[in-house]
């Protein structure tokens, strides 16, 4: 350290400013530079969508310290020692002789700038189907900070009535909420079975029922096929048929701006993202790169992926900044671990999905368990439904996903923890965790589905899922589908072919019930229905299982 080494970093938002910072603030001497394309710098580009729903009134609040100090140039000159230069890009990197040609884009001139180090930040750039009228005005992704002002003044001005967004990814479904809060008729189209494909299928499910009851479109398996309009779109023609839009947000995801890298001969992984080591480095030992730009590995399959997320380009910039200082750390990879707001949900995941789990060979057993998120006598206690998935045979946590207006983040953090530990379900139930009513239940939601989790893996607990109901009903197979809850409740609403035994009633009545029947017990949230197969069972009954999550995770049509 002290020695004025020049530190070039290329892509000025989040690893970037973190990595340009760290440096400037371990090597004091150092003269560091962010080449930066755009006009704004470390701007928080998670917060586009409450930007454009009016939630975040100012653009300079998404460019501004805590403190309210706006990170401009001056900022970064005066305050963290960076030289940022903004409207500049980067064209070529010259490894032999370590500089980048870089290109002043205001003024068009062209120079080298030479470095002894260089950190690659350039981010991902949204992914542009080849649909035709894809060039139409208000046709546009939501990246940048002129993008989502565009969006807003289109709305302000009265666009916007018919706002179609293609994809239902984690910014297609806040794009959903921003747009509806703003007064815009909103239809989502995914061309997959379902939105969120970062969860699995029953729990996305019920996302789309929100999406729904707060009043979005949603069209799931169906595909984009062109967008029509002259000049500005004006319909949307699928496979299921056309709809007019005067606004069609693009979010189909996002892939890696690995070119420069590529070109400079760097290596290049085969999800398109930049190889680097844990220190960040790539394979030039003076290249590290961070963020959205490389590639990841995963800490339970140990594989390479590509997660392009805030929270992890922010912590790989300061590891960048680290190793190129000296300073020994490491990234270890990602468990995929994310969170998004969908009106009153909150949906998290982290780890594999079961369904991911088993496309990865393992043999899982999942949970899927309800409940308030506080005791249900306190006034603010919200549902929420957590999901885990368990490794059979070694019993480890390595998924859980959370739904629901409870605060599923908190379980949900607490999860990554846990599979960062590497623990199993039977430490993870006992883990001492906060408990006081205005926050969380005495059993927290994630001990409870813990315990259901060993539960299930020692046979006292038999579940079946929703979709394996539904494809028993649909088949016609004999099933008896018995409901544990009150009258009341069954009269309000129920399950479709669902027969009516109070939990309080079963040992008095069960003999209504045929014996060598297949019987599903269940309730709200499969606690009641717990208790009702295990009465059916000491009565002798063999074919009794409980209904994973109970009706609250039921994603197909009740009765009413
Ligand atoms: C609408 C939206 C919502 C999001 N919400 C969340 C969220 O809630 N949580 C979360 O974790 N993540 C979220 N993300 C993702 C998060 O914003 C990104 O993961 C993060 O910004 C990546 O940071 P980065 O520095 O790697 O890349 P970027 O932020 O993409 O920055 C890269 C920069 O490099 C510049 N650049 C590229 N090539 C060159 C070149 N040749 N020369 C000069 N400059 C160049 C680009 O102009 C860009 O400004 C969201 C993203 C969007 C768009």
């Not at 297609?172 to 989502?188: D, K, Q, S, W």
Request: glycine residues 10%; aromatic residues 4%; contains cysteine.
């Amino acid at each position: 350290m002290g020695t004025s080494r020049r530190v070039v970093v290329i892509g000025g938002v989040a690893a970037g400013t973190k990595a340009a910072s760290r440096v400037a603030r371990l090597d004091p001497a150092a003269q560091v530079m962010v080449i930066e394309k755009g006009a704004h710098f470390s701007y928080a580009g998670c917060g586009l969508p409450y930007y454009v729903m009016d939630l975040v009134r100012d653009q300079k609040d998404l460019l501004s310290t805590p403190a309210g100090v706006v990170r401009d140039a001056a900022f970064f000159a005066k305050v963290k020692n960076v030289n940022v230069r903004s409207r500049t890009e980067a064209l070529e990197i010259d490894r032999d002789r370590r500089r980048v040609r870089v290109r002043d884009l205001a003024g068009g001139e062209e120079t080298w700038v030479e470095y002894d180090a260089l950190v690659i930040a350039t981010g991902a750039r949204p992914v542009v189907p080849p649909i035709p009228g894809i060039d139409l005005a208000n046709v546009t992704p939501v990246h940048t900070v002129p993008e989502a002002e565009r969006i807003k003044a289109l709305v302000a001005s009265g666009g916007g009535r018919n706002a179609v967004i293609i994809g239902g990814g984690l910014i297609g479904v806040e794009m959903a909420e921003a747009l509806a809060a703003r007064g815009c008729r909103v239809t989502m189209i995914e061309m997959l079975p379902q939105v969120l494909n970062i969860l699995d299928w029953d729990m996305a499910k019920l996302v789309e029922q929100h999406m729904i009851a707060k009043g979005v479109r949603v069209l799931t398996g169906v595909r984009v096929t062109a967008l029509r309009g002259e000049d500005q779109v004006s319909a949307v023609a699928t496979d299921a048929g056309e709809l007019p839009a005067d606004l069609v947000i693009v979010a189909v995801g996002v892939r890696p701006n690995a070119d420069l890298a590529r070109k400079a001969g760097l290596a290049v992984g085969d999800l398109g993202g930049i190889t680097v080591d844990a220190r960040m480095r790539t394979s030039d030992p003076n290249i590290y790169a961070a963020g959205d730009c490389v590639e990841n590995t995963h800490l339970i399959t140990g594989g390479p992926c590509f997660v392009p997320l805030g929270s992890t380009a922010n912590k790989q910039g300061r590891v960048a900044a680290n190793a190129l200082c000296g300073v020994e750390d490491a990234f270890p990879g990602v468990l995929g671990s994310a969170v998004c707001k969908v009106f009153d949900f909150c949906v998290a995941r982290t780890g594999l999905t079961e369904s991911q789990a088993k496309a990865d060979g393992r043999d899982v057993v999942s949970v899927i368990a309800p409940g308030p998120d506080r005791p249900h006598y306190m006034p603010s206690a919200k549902s929420l439904l957590l999901k885990l998935v368990v490794d059979r045979c070694t019993r480890k946590l390595i998924g859980a996903q959370a739904v629901g207006p409870g605060a599923g983040d908190k379980r949900i953090d607490v999860a990554a923890m846990a599979i960062t530990a590497d623990m199993t379900v039977d430490q993870l139930a006992k883990a001492d965790l906060c408990y006081a009513p205005p926050f969380s239940p005495a059993m927290d939601n994630i001990i409870t589905a813990a315990d259901v989790a060993r539960n299930k893996l020692d046979g006292v607990f038999e579940g079946i899922s929703a979709r394996e109901v539904k494809e028993k009903l649909d088949r016609g197979d004999r099933l008896v589908l018995l409901d544990a809850r009150s009258p009341a409740e069954f009269e309000e609403m129920r399950l479709p072919r669902s027969v009516n035994i109070p939990l309080g009633a079963l040992r008095a009545r069960h003999d209504e019930l045929n014996k060598d029947a297949e019987i599903v017990a269940f309730c709200k949230v499969s606690l009641r229905g717990y208790e009702a197969a295990l009465i059916l069972k000491a009565a002798g009954f063999r074919n009794v299982r409980v209904l994973d999550g109970g009706i609250a995770a039921w994603p197909y049509e009740k009765e009413t």
